[in-house]
């Protein structure tokens, strides 16, 4: 018996080094690299569809407005879903932003990944992936909020315009 207690306790500091540490510095995603960060989205997206011979996606205004207003709200919810607080759908978000069309998808994520990371669990999902390649599709906004310990609230909105709609950069 007693000698199993050193054994115990050489375990446990054995395991206890194996645990990952967390790293101190949480990288937070600039305004300056926003614009960046939603074109590599865009760019992903349009890879996508080039492959499946579809016609690509512009990035809209209203589109990334409606997304980053969802983030926060679902930040705020502690939910990674598409509805608002306020009961709110997808397609009626983007109609209070200024889109004028209608709302193909809308995909949500809360995780500590960045846009590449989450483009790959999206694409990957049968009814995301399917939202991004609608045929019908003529825009995408993307939005996110950020956590100050980094976790992230993702919301890539895809949508098809009715009639030309002002684009983001």
């Known amino acids: 018996m007693f000698r199993f207690i050193p054994v115990l306790i050489m375990s446990l500091f054995v395991i206890s080094g194996c645990v990952p540490t967390v790293e101190s510095a949480v990288h937070q995603i600039t305004p300056e690299e926003a614009s960046s960060v939603r074109l590599n989205q865009l760019d992903l997206v349009n890879a996508v569809r080039a492959e499946a011979g579809v016609p690509p996606l512009t990035l809209s205004a209203a589109l990334t407005a409606a ?83 980094g976790k992230l609230w993702w919301v890539m909105d895809i949508g098809a315009a009715a009639e030309p709609v002002a684009t983001a950069g």
């Open 67 to 149: 997304a980053v207003t969802h983030a926060r709200d679902i930040a705020r919810q502690k939910r990674a879903w598409n509805f608002g607080s306020d009961r709110s759908s997808p397609q009626t978000r983007a109609t209070r932003a200024g889109f004028s069309g209608l709302i193909t998808g809308e995909d949500v994520a809360e995780t500590y990944m960045n846009n590449i990371e989450i483009f790959q669990v999206w694409v990957s999902d049968p009814r995301s992936r399917q939202a991004m390649l609608d045929p019908a599709a003529t825009h995408m906004g993307l939005g996110w909020y950020q956590e100050a310990n």
